[in-house]
């Protein structure tokens, strides 16, 4: 504090803006992050269905033969 009112008043304000600024910051990094996981999931289990259906193509053609 410096003894200016006014001006430890513009301190606390300015403060208490970017403590703000810094949550809403943290949950939007936190909202980013389970998007990704959500979206790396969706593609996990894309290349493993793929997967299983090489393998039961591949079993398919191996009975055929």
Not at 28 to 42: D, M, P, S, V, W
Not at 44 to 56: H, I, K, Q
Request: charged letters at 30%.
């Amino acid at each position: 504090a410096t003894g200016n009112l006014a001006f430890d008043a513009y301190v606390e304000e300015t403060l208490a803006r970017i403590a703000q600024q810094r949550q809403a910051l943290a949950e939007e990094e936190a909202a980013f992050g389970a998007f990704l996981e959500a979206q790396k999931l969706i593609r996990d289990r894309s290349e493993f269905e793929l997967f299983l259906a090489s393998r039961r193509e591949a079993a398919a053609v191996e009975m055929q033969t």
